[in-house]
């Protein structure tokens, strides 16, 4: 994505990582979610640069890091979340986290011991229940998937994620969602990253969330179709002292739908007097 550079890179266990840092300021770290890239901050981290050093990456398996036949799951994501932050020298950032990026920036805190100034979760995946039929479908049928013509997985893929946006986004605008999945490695490493989603990495920590160590606050758009806004309120409930904010007219990309509520809430939580 040549509008959206990771100009460095961090080995993870073989494999690169693509990373951008900018800004001078207090740490901020944003985490994105599956089936998504870094991109998904680019109305929002530049927002930032002025004020804070803003760390972003992709995952692995996503985007421009690696896209290897290995283990791309949240059981090693929270790995590689924790490296970076002690590669970076953060001992205490702020975290914005959404959708998998929720559940690995949940995990590298309560079980890998990192902690946070403060944390903000967008439409996280936390709690079981969690994925599509899509999603049930095709962690069975991950080989018959990986292996389709090209032209099906460029029809299947923008579908899938304007799934997840409320507002009826231009072919244009959706591109670079759509444009690491395709072709070779892409089309595979986008059936192996949903064959490999286990609900069990979210059971590990679910008993864990009234241990959290840091001041929270959860967005959650109101027209998610992937997971109900219930689940969010759940989550509420389980993290102690947490702030709870609906997103109006929302769908579980809140980043394309209403990135200015998320840059007002972090601008508005970043300005507390905060204490982990």
């Known amino acids: 994505m040549t509008n ?17 840092i900018h800004g001078d300021g207090p740490p901020l770290v944003f985490v994105h979610g599956t089936p998504f890239s870094s991109y998904v901050w680019h109305r929002i981290a530049p927002l930032f640069f002025a004020t804070h050093r803003v760390h972003y990456f992709d995952l692995l398996g996503y985007g ?4 290897p036949d290995a283990d791309v799951s949240l059981g090693v994501q929270n790995q590689l979340l924790a490296q970076l932050l002690e590669y970076w020298n953060l001992e205490r950032p702020d975290v914005v986290a959404h959708d998998f990026g929720g559940a690995t920036a949940l995990r590298t805190h309560l079980l890998d011991g990192k902690d946070y100034r403060s944390l903000t979760l967008i439409d996280p995946v936390a709690l079981s229940p969690w994925g599509s039929p899509f999603v049930q479908h095709v962690r069975q049928h991950e080989t018959a ?20 946006i409320k507002r009826d986004i231009p072919e244009a605008e959706l591109a670079p969602y759509v444009k ?17 989603m286990d609900e069990r990495y979210t ?3 679910e008993a864990l969330y009234p ?23 759940s989550l509420h409930g389980m993290i102690p002292g947490a702030l709870f904010q609906p997103v109006p007219s929302a769908g579980h990309l809140v980043q394309e739908d209403a990135p ?9 939580f970043l300005a507390l007097p905060l204490a982990c």
């Open 203 to 205: 059971r590990e920590v």
């Open 4 to 20: 959206w550079p990771l100009d460095q890179v961090y080995d993870f266990n073989g494999h690169s990582i693509r990373y951008a």
């Open 260 to 268: 200015e509520v998320i840059v007002a809430a972090v601008l508005r």
């Open 211 to 233: 241990k959290v160590r840091c001041p929270t606050q959860i967005l959650w758009g109101e027209d998610d179709q992937w997971i109900p806004i219930e689940r969010g309120r």
């Open 145 to 164: 998937f990986s292996g389709l013509p090209d032209y099906i997985p460029r029809a299947i893929v923008p579908t899938y994620i304007r799934g997840a």
């Open 180 to 196: 690491p999945w395709l072709g070779e490695p892409g089309q595979a490493a986008f059936y192996r990253q949903i064959a490999q």
């Open 64 to 67: 421009q890091s690696a896209q």
